[in-house]
């Protein structure tokens, strides 16, 4: 919905830039939003084994808002400008998706945690049930604030541990 009227106020941009200033901020605004998200991420992961995913220069973005901000200041070409915004606007799309992806991975992990939980709790001590149950919690809560590179750290940590449980089966067969 957002992209149709941001095309509208592109080509009616032509002729009045208040259209492009006023899409520009709902813009800038949403982006600053992303770029902090993702800079936490980021940082987050970094040196570990989630630092692959990160490869959007969010110095760049800024850079971009710095710059669209500039031409509108100077009263710069509309058509220039509509087509910075629309830059602009794919670099917040870009950081959307990067982060989507993220919270698609912590939310997979959490439930594959889950399941493996529920099938092997039949297998652990109590001790070990309630702190898989306080981690399992713990997940939720990070993917809740939107910590994914956390969440998908201790998604691992839980499945490494339920991985590494035995079964309590004596090796009795019963006939």
Known sequence: MFNKWFDKEKEDGSKNTTGLSNAYNLIRKELEKLIDKYSKQEKNAKGGKYEYLFNIDTKEAQKKIKEVQGLLIDGSNAEALS???ADLNET???????????KKQANDKEKNAEALFTAREGWLNENDKRKVSSDLVKLKELIGKEDYV???KLAEAILGD??????KDNGLLIV
């Open 83 to 85: 087509y910075k915004i």
């Open 162 to 167: 339920l991985q590494k449980t035995e079964s």
């Open 150 to 152: 956390n969440a998908l």
């Open 92 to 102: 917040k799309d870009e950081i959307a998706d990067a982060l989507g992806i993220l």
